[in-house]
């Protein structure tokens, strides 16, 4: 079976790297499921303190450097409010 990680590179300002961009379903993917793991009890409480900090950042790169803005924030913050209320299963369109 073939698999990649992220679907491009793309610059980002003030990064020495480039950074991994995703659709906007896996952005939902993964802002949903960090979420969800968060609650989880044998999740170590220090890595949800590290991770957490992450999902600004994560949020801020794909709403303002990669294209298709409009959709990857809608797609995240449906993801950020599906982990919140516990919603996991499949990707449902809006």
Known sequence: MGHEI????????G???EQIVHGPIRLYYIMRNRILLYWMPHV???WVAQNILRIP???AIFAL???GRRA?????LRGI??????RSG?????
């Open 6 to 13: 992220g679907d491009k590179l793309v610059r980002v300002p």
């Open 81 to 86: 409010w599906h982990g919140l209320i516990g």
């Open 57 to 59: 950042f994560k949020f």
């Open 90 to 94: 499949p990707y449902t369109a809006f």
């Open 65 to 67: 450097f990669v294209p």
């Open 72 to 76: 990857n924030i809608g797609h995240m």
């Open 44 to 46: 170590p409480r220090t």
């Open 15 to 17: 990064f020495a790297r």
